[in-house]
Structures are given as structure tokens and as C-alpha cells.
């Protein structure tokens, strides 16, 4: 049986990483590193699953607030986005304040959220939300922006109105941009929400993570950053499943071109 060439990439970077792993175990045994600068894979591993029950909380809590921001970064992003994509007065007005956000350090205002909300969960959920708007806007207002004109008058010469128009081409046009900026922004909420939680937070895996290090237990620490990596992962990976599902067709011409 002839394996795609997807297919074929996924089982090179599972063994790719599984070789990395493997590396790292021995590069640890064979220097004699101690744990507390670098623990050994199999210690970080064996300590995940026999923390877990201690975890499974904390990391339910960094879940749920990182989802929470990031609906509430892609609603938001998507209005701005397409704020700015339509419009070139918009474009003119926000995209720079977007720009100057976007450069202020995000460990810089949580501080500030704190003062306002106190430490928590609002403040977690407002940093991840800060931390994963601005490539949605970015991707969105691009994908607007970046719409064919000659479709949208050979539409328009056929009798369709600008409702007809975005629902036909700019929407579709747009919906690659919209996927790729989600799996981008996944990844940075989870960074918001961490960042939140090791500041001013009692619950959540960067509060886990920071208790750890303070008592030098550097597999749980690690622990920790192998939990996070892995809820990354999954999210990413639902999102390139309904990416798949739903503007599938965006990829049928690298298909063709390397089947």
C-alpha cells in the first residue's frame, strides 16, 4: 500500500521528534546533567503522569481561560479586520494604533489589568486576548484587501450587489487567511494566559510552573511546559481540521502539484 505524501511528512515528524527526544535522554545520561539545570525526557514524562491528578485542575483552568480570551480575540479581531480590509479610512485610523499595541510587551500590561480587575482569572483572559488579536486583524484585513478586482466586477456586470460579492468572493477569499491567522493566534493565547498566570494568578499552569522553580523542582517545571506544548498542539490541530474541511479547495493546487 502507497502512502501520501502528507501522510509520509507526518510519520518523518513524529520520528523526527522522537529521535530529538531520544537524543536529549542520552545527551543527559552520558554528561551527567543534573536535574536541576536539565531533567531527562523520561523524569519529565514519568512526572507529568504521576502529577496529573494534582494538574488536571490547573491545566482545565489555563484551557478554559485560553479559550475564553481567544473567542473573544478572534470576535473582536475579525470586526477590526474587516473594519480595516473594507475601508480605507479604517486602514488609515486603526491599523497604526493596531501596530503600536501590538509592539507593547504584553508582560507590561498585565500589571495594569491587575490594578483594574484584580489577580485572576480576568486578567488572564484579557492578556490572551491582547496577545492573539493582532494576527487575526492582520490576516483578515489582508484576505479583504487582496480580493480579486476582476472577480468582483464580473460579478457585479452579472447583477449581483456587495452583499452578493463578499459572500461569493470576498468571504471565500478570505477564509485561508482567517485559518492560518487561528493556528498563529491558538498558540499566542496560551502564551498571554501563562504569562498572566505565573503575575497574579492562584491557579492555572504558569502558577504551577512558578511554584515549582521557587522550590527547585525543575521536572515539574518542565512538566509543565510539556502540558502546555501538548494542549497547543491539539488546538492547532482542530483548527487545521476545520480549515481542511472548510477551504479545502485552497490547497488542491499544491496537491496536484506534488501528487
Sequence with gaps: MTLSKSRVDQIKSIVFIALLFVFWEVACVILSVS?????????????????????????????????????????????????????????????????????????????????????????????????CIFPIVVNVATGLATTEPEMEDVLKALGANRSQVFWNVSLPRTMPYFFASLKVAVTLAFVGTVLSETVAANRGIGTVMMMATASFDVPLAFAGLFALALLGILLYVVFAIIEQRVCGWANRKQEFATG
Design 35 to 131: 536535574p536541576i539545570v536539565l531533567p531527562r525526557p523520561s523524569a519529565i514524562v514519568s512526572t507529568l503522569i504521576l502529577q496529573m491528578p494534582a494538574l488536571w485542575p490547573h491545566i482545565l483552568q489555563t484551557l478554559a481561560t485560553t479559550i475564553i480570551g481567544f473567542i473573544a480575540g478572534m470576535v473582536i479581531g475579525v470586526a477590526l479586520g474587516a473594519a480595516v480590509g473594507v475601508s480605507r479610512t479604517a486602514y488609515s485610523v486603526a491599523y497604526p494604533l493596531l501596530v503600536g499595541f501590538s509592539s507593547i510587551p504584553k508582560v507590561a500590561v498585565v500589571p495594569i489589568f491587575v490594578l483594574w480587575f484584580g489577580s485572576g482569572t480576568v486578567p488572564a483572559i484579557l492578556t490572551a486576548l491582547t496577545t
